[in-house]
């Protein structure tokens, strides 16, 4: 597997867009498996996250396995807590949510996630995670305890993400939350993208290819697409 945050670099580099295909444990129809992997692969999916604010499920593990059967696509996850890390994966996004004010979120779960990492061979991408407010209250709020930045607040949005920058992390992801009801505003997307040199991840809220493409029209370079996909694995086909 060639390493996943170069890929993306030379992405950025080379203007090619990226999309991921967001997988919560707790969702899967362990039935409807290879339906959802062939589907997947007939979809222009760069990338597969798995995790959500909440897991429950124990088969994080199980679910990897079962993907990488019959997917190429490289395996990221997405982590709301160290539970939801495991070594079948090809690396994580190492999250710090920079947009709120919750110690456990900014450095907490990532110290008590380090001797789990470091007994696997995961590739490790620090990530600056912004929750930009979706028009509704998201898991991710509910759980991290934090207020997402105001869709109209984009001075304090950039210097969020800019800040994340200096302090070294590899990516910055705006998020508007899962099941959100808005996605993120196209003028943060924009301002952001221009302002910083990282690549920029964007997802939470989008419900049609229509958003996906306007996303990377205005700067990202990865978008996330996780409960439109998960509400109808046809997603690809019918928009």
């Known amino acids: 597997m060639k390493n996943i945050y170069s890929e993306i670099l030379e992405a950025k580099s080379q203007k090619r867009k990226l999309l991921a295909i967001l997988l919560d444990p707790d969702k899967i129809i362990w039935q409807a498996m290879n339906d959802l992997i062939l589907k997947i692969n007939q979809s222009p999916a760069t990338?597969?996250?798995?995790g959500g604010s909440l897991?429950?499920?124990d088969k994080i593990d199980e679910l990897?396995?079962?993907i990488k059967e019959k997917c190429d696509l490289p395996v990221v996850l997405f982590p709301g807590n160290p539970t939801q890390i495991s070594n079948k994966a090809d690396g994580i996004l190492f999250l710090s949510l920079i947009s709120?004010?919750?110690?456990d979120y900014?450095?907490?779960?990532?110290v008590k996630a380090v001797p789990i990492l470091?007994?696997?061979?995961?590739?490790?991408?620090?990530t600056g995670y912004i929750l930009i407010?979706?028009?509704?209250?998201?898991a991710?709020?509910?759980?991290?305890?934090?207020?997402?930045?105001?869709?109209?607040?984009?001075?304090e949005v950039l210097h969020t993400a800019q800040a994340g920058e200096m302090l070294g992390n590899k990516l910055i992801y705006l998020e508007a939350g899962s099941g959100a009801h808005l996605s993120v505003p196209s003028e943060i997307i924009e301002l952001v993208s221009k302002n910083i040199e990282i690549p920029l991840i964007v997802g939470g809220g989008i419900k049609s290819q229509n958003e996906i493409q306007k996303a990377y029209t205005f700067g990202a370079d990865l978008v996330v697409i996780g409960t439109a996909f998960e509400n109808d694995n046809n997603f690809f086909n019918n928009h």
């Not at 407010?133 to 998201?138: A, I, P, S």
């Not at 509910?142 to 207020?147: E, I, L, N």
Request: proline residues 4%; without cysteine; aromatic residues 6%.
């Open 64 to 66: 990897i396995l079962k």
């Open 106 to 110: 900014l450095i907490e779960h990532q």
């Open 118 to 126: 470091k007994r696997t061979n995961l590739e490790i991408i620090s």
């Open 100 to 103: 709120g004010r919750n110690p």
């Open 140 to 155: 991710v709020s509910k759980v991290s305890q934090t207020k997402p930045i105001s869709r109209v607040r984009f001075q």
């Open 55 to 57: 897991v429950f499920s």
């Open 47 to 50: 990338h597969i996250f798995i």
């Open 133 to 138: 407010e979706g028009g509704n209250e998201t």
